[in-house]
């Protein structure tokens, strides 16, 4: 829970790897997905492997089936959002970590020209045609719903507002119909919109991208392929280290029938586990890398502003300078001022890259024929970023985003209400939980370098120097609700 010591990070050794990810119908029975590999429970490395978790999460699945969480026939929360929080919410777990805060695109009606620029649906908006913008979550509408709620496929098209450099919202395509502003349908379609945006991020980029398809594969193959001696491994142990254990403990309790994801958001079961196995296929890794991202959505440079785009940038580049000035260390530049040669001989690194093409959906854009030192440098970068910055806008920084479900709802019944008692307080504690205290990434890992090499440890240092520079500059600034700061960053999904 929130307040924890966050779990010591130790230094590499012995045997690391050895795992082979399975489907996890064979991890969870009762999860009918094959198109989705985890690591077995049995192959959880030693040096994380915890009996006692194990046995919670085991424990905490036979208590679904006994006593479980949900009720019909509650209530809906109560139509003030503060007092609905402060229900579910209370004074005690308010002395472990503060309640959320509403963001000022939600004040009045959202905003969702603000909300498509600012904060952690800003990775949705993607240029439709000149001028046009667009957020596109159509595909969301071939899974079926709980009974009562409305399908969540929708399209929602954005102008741009040249005077003011913004995005403002006009036309918005769901089960409704197509809807403008000055409808009568208008709201519901918003709200539709909303939820859309809301489950896609929280099932799909967050749990499908980030954990599954990214973070856990990503954790095997360096697992697997570099020796702890490796200085790429060294570097990269903090941002995987705990991703078997943890992802043992979570899945199950998130995926199976009962579970968090189909009792809180829209999707039955089965209709959730076929999202997941679809959407799984959908994963590039280029998501990770915010300006490649940008440019592959047609954004980079548009004539709005777009601070949340410039925020992650910033992040992403202070990670990448430092990946650069670590692996020139290890991968100097030859007399012909070429360093390329010196990583396509590292036979560690090439099987690292050539598992990780098999481990992830679409692999990860370099090969091991095209392998440089600048490709080699951003796709580390890309992996430290999916375990920090991205973990944690599409985790932990929901907090204040997704429980003022009136303005942001994980259901939208077709009576009108608003979600049951047992609906909120599942989703407040499941994001309770996000907030789990874990190893902050401005932190000094120097020790996790190779022993007596001082030029590495001070490398791998400068990451938290050149932070702590960033942080101060931040706050120096206008303070927003959307925007993330380096002290928010974790190194790692789960430690």
């Known amino acids: 829970m929130a307040g924890n010591k966050p779990r010591d990070i130790p230094v590499p050794s012995g045997r690391l790897g050895d795992i082979t990810p399975v489907p996890m119908q064979d991890v969870i029975p009762d999860v009918p997905i094959r198109g989705i590999r985890v690591c077995p ?19 905490q699945l036979l208590l679904y089936k006994i006593f479980p969480p949900m009720q019909e026939g509650l209530p809906p929360i109560d139509k003030n959002p503060d007092k609905a929080l402060k229900k579910a919410y209370t004074w005690l777990h308010r002395t472990k970590f503060p309640a959320p805060e509403l963001p000022a695109e939600y004040l009045g009606s959202p905003d969702l020209g603000s909300l498509a620029v600012r904060g952690p649906f800003a990775c949705y908006l993607e240029k439709h045609e000149e001028g046009i913008y667009k957020w596109d979550l159509e595909s969301l509408g071939n899974y079926e719903c709980h009974e009562g709620l409305y399908p969540l496929g929708a399209k929602v098209f954005f102008k741009v507002d040249e005077v003011a450099r ?25 709200t539709i919109a909303l939820c859309a945006v809301n489950t896609h991020l929280s099932l799909v980029r967050h749990f499908n991208w980030v954990h599954l398809a990214g ?3 990503f954790a095997i193959a ?5 020796a702890p001696d490796h200085p ?3 570097l990269l142990w903090p941002y995987i280290y705990a991703t078997a254990q943890s992802q043992d403990n979570v899945t199950p309790a998130q995926m199976v029938e009962g579970g968090d994801f189909e009792t809180v958001f829209s999707f039955t079961h089965k209709e959730m586990c076929k999202l997941f196995e679809d959407t799984y296929r959908d994963y590039f890794m280029i998501v990770n890398d915010p300006e490649k991202d940008a440019e592959a959505r047609q954004i980079r440079d548009a004539d709005f502003d777009m601070p949340t785009q410039e925020n992650l940038e910033r992040l992403f580049n202070t990670l990448h300078s430092n990946v650069i000035k670590y692996l020139r260390i290890y991968y100097p530049d030859t007399s012909t001022g070429d360093n390329d040669d010196a990583v396509r001989a590292d036979k560690q690194v090439n099987e690292w890259i050539d598992e990780l093409n098999v481990l992830l959906p679409n692999g990860v854009g370099v090969a091991r024929g095209s392998l440089t030192f600048e490709s080699l440098a951003r796709l580390v970068s890309r ?18 985003y997704q429980l003022w479900t009136h303005k942001q709802p994980v259901r939208v019944y077709k009576n009108g209400q608003r979600e049951p008692l047992d609906v909120y307080q599942r989703l407040v504690n499941a994001n309770y939980n996000l907030n789990v205290t874990r190893r902050e990434l401005m932190f000094d890992f120097s020790y996790l370098a190779l022993e007596g090499d001082k030029r590495g440890a001070a490398a791998i240092n400068q990451l938290n120097e050149d932070l702590s520079w960033l942080q101060l500059s931040m706050i120096n ?3 927003a609700v959307w925007k993330l700061y380096p002290r928010a960053l974790k190194v790692n999904i789960n430690a």
């Open 232 to 234: 790429l491994l060294r």
């Open 215 to 217: 973070g856990a594969q």
């Open 222 to 226: 360096t697992r697997n392929r570099l």
């Open 166 to 190: 913004s995005l403002r919202p006009y036309q918005i395509d769901s089960v409704l119909g197509t809807v403008v502003p000055g409808d009568k349908k208008w709201g519901k379609a918003k």
């Open 383 to 400: 992996f430290m970023y999916l375990a920090t910055v991205q973990h944690e806008i599409l985790g932990s920084f929901m907090w204040n």
């Open 477 to 479: 600034e206008p303070w």
């Open 41 to 59: 429970t049995e192959e959880i490395p030693d040096d994380e492997k915890s009996g006692i978790q194990t046995l919670i999460t085991k424990l």
